[in-house]
């Protein structure tokens, strides 16, 4: 059984770091990810990261986030630079068992239960 749990976030500034992490177990993932959910919004791809290290982002969060992945350790983690107001939302750690990067969450089979950031103008 898969299992995908979160950890960082919180509040910070604006134009300040957080860093979120997601450490997966059950088996071989071979493309991880982030989305996030803002209130009244529809979920959003941000990062997506394959087996080997290809990556993908979001437009809102290029040249802002960096998504890194430590395989031996079966982890995923985003770090967040120059964080706005609108970048509030609940962070949620995604995983597909196929090695490509697709933006929509129907195409993720594994989710964690997310983590809150906050971001203060």
């Known amino acids: 059984q898969v299992q995908l749990v979160e950890s960082g976030g919180g509040l910070v500034q604006a134009g300040g770091s957080l860093r979120v992490s997601c450490a997966a177990s059950?088996?071989?993932?071979?493309?991880m990810g982030w989305f996030r959910q803002a209130p009244g919004k529809e979920r959003e791809f941000v990062a997506g990261?394959?087996?080997?290290?290809?990556?993908q982002y979001g437009e809102s969060v290029k040249g802002r986030f960096t998504i890194s992945r430590d395989n031996a350790k079966n982890t995923v983690s985003l770090e967040m630079n120059s964080l706005k107001p609108e970048d509030t939302a609940i962070y949620y750690c995604?995983?597909?068992?196929?090695?490509?990067?697709?933006?929509?969450?129907?195409?993720?089979?594994?989710w964690g239960q997310g983590t809150q950031v906050t971001v203060s103008s």
């Open positions: 995604a995983a597909r068992s196929r090695n490509d990067i697709v933006v929509y969450q129907t195409g993720y089979e594994y």
């Open positions: 059950g088996r071989t993932l071979y493309t």
């Open positions: 990261i394959r087996w080997s290290g290809g990556h």
